[in-house]
């Protein structure tokens, strides 16, 4: 149950499947992984178009995956298989409550830190269906 931590190269993509379709958006950065009390946690930054920087961690366990984002938009979405959760989207101009429905998750670790995450889930707006959405996550060894 020691502490493992390293610098790794993580790609994160994901793709929303709106009415008329989505556009892939890719982020690839340099973030830090531990493992801790049998959880894989992911740190890393995020730059938006305006400058503006968030600081995400996401969080790995074996039932749940929750993704907390803080910065000029704030969140805590938490993703368990064939469940649905409440949340709130926080940003400048107010909140928004949104229901997280996750129907599937696939995590593959690969060794030495490198792993694989995808996840499979609806987006929900005050309880109005938006999107279906898929996101991956791959951390790769420097």
């Known amino acids: 149950t ?8 993580i790609y ?12 892939p958006v890719v982020l ?6 531990y493992y801790k009390n049998d959880k894989h946690f992911l ?6 178009d305006d400058g503006m920087v968030s600081k995400n961690v996401i969080k790995i366990g074996a039932n749940e995956v ?5 910065g000029i938009s704030s969140s805590h979405m938490v993703f368990e298989e064939g469940k649905e959760n409440l949340t709130y989207y926080d940003t400048p101009y107010g ?3 949104m229901g997280i429905t996750t129907s599937r998750i696939t995590f593959c670790e690969k060794g030495s830190g490198c ?6 889930y609806a987006l929900s707006v005050d309880g109005n269906h938006m999107s279906d ?6 951390v790769t060894a420097k």
């Open 66 to 70: 929750s993704v907390i984002r803080k």
């Open 95 to 97: 909140s928004m409550l």
């Open 2 to 9: 020691g502490v493992q931590t390293c610098a790794l190269p």
């Open 115 to 120: 792993m694989e995450l995808e996840i499979d």
């Open 133 to 138: 959405s898929n996101i991956q996550i791959v």
């Open 28 to 33: 690839v950065t340099s973030g830090t992984y």
């Open 12 to 23: 994160v993509s994901g793709v929303q499947h709106e009415v008329e379709g989505g556009e």
């Open 43 to 48: 740190l890393y930054e995020e730059i938006d």
